[in-house]
């Protein structure tokens, strides 16, 4: 009985500290997520403060090409009465050669950083018609820009603050489509997800919640879905 009683008190003692412990992980755990919390939200000032930067370094190139531009231009010397100049040859090229086309951006002309810049502030203001046509200039001038994922979704938020829900599913779905990897996807496929259930088309909602929780797992907006499809009807 002794032994008994001894072994008895060993196990509430293992107990105690079990759950001790227990608790300070909780403690550790709830504190990791607060730490990352913090670095997602000072990597989020971070990628918007370089955003910015690009965009006015973008303005100052422009400038810059702006006072320059009238300087490079041919001089016009005086030509003494009495002389023939020649005129410029205005004869087309020769079939087989090619010529140089102009960059898509010229003198004065905003760059993709600082038209995405613009834009978002006309958006926040509440002027999507002007965001939309600066995301729009975006996308056809600079096709290949890093940032044409995020205007491509911006075109969407856009045409919803304008009330063309098709217009906002078709730019959602053209970030899902075109790009896949971006971390702008799951957000596109979640915002056209809810658009279908506001039309009540609850079928192509619950298709697009289950391929978001199928496509990106890991995703926030796969949490969501999960939780938006337990209280779908």
């Not at 008994?4 to 001790?20: A, E, H, P, Q, Y």
């Not at 504190?31 to 913090?38: A, Y």
């Not at 030509?79 to 010529?99: E, L, M, W």
């Amino acid at each position: 009985m002794a032994s008994l009683n001894i072994v008895r008190d060993s196990l509430g003692l293992l107990s105690t500290r079990v759950v001790k412990m227990q608790g300070d992980v909780r403690g550790d755990l709830y504190n990791v997520g607060q730490q990352l919390l913090q670095i997602q939200e000072l990597t989020g000032q971070s990628q918007q403060r370089v955003q910015e930067l690009r965009a006015s370094l973008e303005a100052k190139q422009s400038d810059i090409q702006s006072s320059v531009a009238p300087q490079s231009a041919s001089p016009t010397m005086n030509v003494p009465s009495g002389t023939t100049t020649t005129p410029p040859s205005t004869t087309p090229p020769r079939a087989g050669t090619t010529t140089t086309p102009a960059p898509a951006g010229g003198a004065g002309t905003p760059g993709p950083n600082q038209l995405f810049q613009l834009s978002l502030e006309q958006l926040r203001r509440g002027s999507p018609g002007a965001a939309r046509t600066g995301l729009q200039t975006l996308l056809q001038q600079y096709p290949s820009s890093d940032l044409v994922p995020d205007a491509q979704f911006y075109l969407g938020e856009a045409y919803k603050q304008e009330g063309n829900a098709a217009g906002a599913d078709s730019a959602y779905a053209a970030v899902v489509s075109g790009f896949p990897t971006s971390p702008r996807a799951p957000t596109a496929l979640y915002k056209r997800a809810l658009g279908m259930e506001e039309k009540g088309n609850i079928v192509g909602a619950r298709g697009l919640l289950n391929d978001l929780v199928s496509r990106y797992p890991r995703s926030d907006e796969a949490a969501l879905a999960k939780e938006r499809l337990r209280t779908l009807k």
